[in-house]
C-alpha cells in the first residue's frame, strides 16, 4: 500500500507544534488518540524527543500509520496500539499528556462523548489534554468555509459535524478537566488545551 497522505496535517503540524512545546514541556507520556495517517505523531515526537509519543487508532488505520513509523522512526514514538473509544479498552498505562486532531467533528457524538470519558480516566492528576479541530461557537460558525465544511460532514454522514465548544467543554468538565486555553489556529482552527484537577 502506499503510504496516506494529509495536506492539512502538513500545513498544520508547525504551529501546532509551536502551541504544544512549552504545555507538554515537562510532561513525559503522551498519547495520542486517533493517529490518523501517523503525521503528527511522527513529528511531533521528532521535535519534543523528551516525550514518550504513544500513537493509537483503529485497526484499519495501523498499516498506513507504520509506514510513518518505518520512515520516520523516533526512539521516543511508540507503535500504535488498538483504540476505537466506543470498543476497545483504554491503555492501562497513565499519561499526563493526551492529543488528538480532527477526530470529534468526524466521530459520531456518543464516540466524543466516550473519549472524554477515556481521557479523564486516563490521564494523571495534572496532566494536559489538547484537541486540534474547527469549533462552533454559540452555535456559529463564523467562517464560510467551516459552514461549507461542517454542510459537507453532514451530508457524508449525519452523526458528524462540527461540535459546539460549549458542549465538549461540559465533556471535558464531567470527565474531571478544567479549561486552560482556547487557542485559534490558521484555516479556522482552534487548539484548545484542558487540565486534569
Known amino acids: 500500500m502506499s503510504k496516506p497522505f494529509s495536506q492539512a496535517c502538513a500545513n498544520n503540524q508547525t504551529i501546532i507544534l509551536d502551541v504544544l512545546i512549552p504545555i507538554f514541556e515537562y510532561k513525559k507520556y503522551a498519547l495520542e488518540v486517533g493517529s490518523g495517517t501517523g503525521q503528527h505523531g511522527v513529528f511531533f515526537a ?24 518505518d520512515d520516520f522512526p523516533s526512539p521516543n514514538l511508540l507503535p500504535p496500539i488498538l483504540l476505537d473509544v466506543l470498543q476497545d479498552p483504554w491503555p492501562i498505562s497513565a499519561y499526563d499528556a493526551v492529543y488528538s486532531s ?13 473519549m472524554f470519558s477515556g481521557i479523564g480516566k486516563s490521564l494523571l492528576s495534572g496532566g494536559i489534554f489538547c484537541l486540534y479541530g474547527p469549533m462552533k461557537y454559540m452555535g456559529v460558525l463564523e467562517a464560510q468555509s467551516n459552514v461549507a465544511f461542517d454542510t459537507m460532514l453532514r451530508q457524508q454522514n449525519p452523526c458528524q459535524g462540527i461540535r459546539e465548544f460549549w458542549n465538549i467543554n461540559r465533556l471535558a468538565t464531567q470527565a474531571g478537566l478544567e479549561l486552560m486555553q482556547d487557542n485559534a489556529m490558521p484555516a479556522n482552527n482552534r487548539l484548545i488545551v484542558w487540565q486534569k484537577n
Open 46 to 69: 521528532r521535535n519534543m524527543p523528551h516525550l514518550s509519543w504513544q500513537l493509537s487508532d483503529r485497526a484499519q488505520n495501523h498499516a498506513g500509520i507504520n509506514l510513518w513509523v
Open 102 to 114: 480532527n477526530t470529534a467533528h468526524i466521530m459520531p457524538w456518543e464516540a466524543v462523548v466516550a
